[in-house]
């Protein structure tokens, strides 16, 4: 079974610009959760998706955004890219919000210069 | 909200050396996780364990909810143990989880 896949690897893009990112979950897993990695605050969540319904936010500004389609794949979208969003941005699935475990993809590295 | 703080926050170990990390919560949790991240940024998820203790291999966890805290053992060190080790828990229920700020494993040959 593949694992859970994040599209793209790498992204650099300049301040102001907007960045989407892709998310496809474990086949069959239906709950989707993103997360963003930084060296001072470390690992951080930034929401979950479940039936293509956001279950929960964190403490992030309104210019981070997400959503879930049908087949569960998620995307999330920040704009007016700032300096200090250059991070690894994490997304893990699961079959369905609470399960044991949650598997990670290998993220998106975006710099923003 | 919900503190994690895991120690120590870095170590250095010779393969084959032994090894115990600490994660101490602040509130009751329905859900605590291990994970390693290897160099390239995977995380890979090491134990399920909000309570008891469960053994996988090499290493073992044990979480002794009462009290708040996990302990995460790896033993016969190698090198491609190295890595950060990640404590995360949350409330369940939902798939938030609120990660410590690691533990950075070197083992070296």
């Known amino acids: 079974k593949a694992g859970v896949t994040q599209t793209p690897r790498y992204l650099i893009k300049t301040r102001g610009q907007q960045v989407t990112l892709s998310c496809s979950p474990i086949s069959g897993h239906r709950s989707v959760s993103w997360y963003q990695q930084t060296p001072g605050q470390g690992l951080q969540f930034l929401f979950e998706?479940?039936?293509?319904?956001?279950?929960n936010k964190g403490n992030f500004p309104g210019r981070f955004s997400g959503r879930q389609f049908s087949n569960s794949r998620s995307e999330m979208n920040v704009s007016t890219l700032e300096l200090g969003d250059s991070a690894l941005y994490l997304c893990a699935s699961s079959l369905a919000p609470g399960a044991e475990t949650q598997y990670f993809g290998p993220g998106t590295r975006l710099l923003v210069l | 909200g919900i503190q994690v703080e895991q120690s120590p926050p870095d170590l250095i170990l010779q393969e084959g050396a032994n090894s115990t990390l600490r994660c101490n919560f602040s509130?009751?949790?329905?859900?605590l996780q291990w994970f390693h991240q290897n160099p390239w940024g995977q995380l890979i998820n090491l134990f399920y364990?909000?309570?008891g203790t469960k053994q996988n291999g090499r290493l073992s966890a044990t979480t002794v909810a009462t009290e708040r805290y996990s302990l995460l053992y790896i033993s016969s060190s190698q090198t491609t143990d190295s890595g950060v080790y990640f404590c995360a828990v949350g409330p369940g229920g939902y798939n938030k989880l609120i990660f410590g700020a690691g533990t950075r494993l070197a083992v070296h040959p």
């Open positions: 509130d009751s949790v329905n859900n």
């Open positions: 364990i909000p309570s």
């Open positions: 998706y479940f039936s293509e319904t956001q279950r």
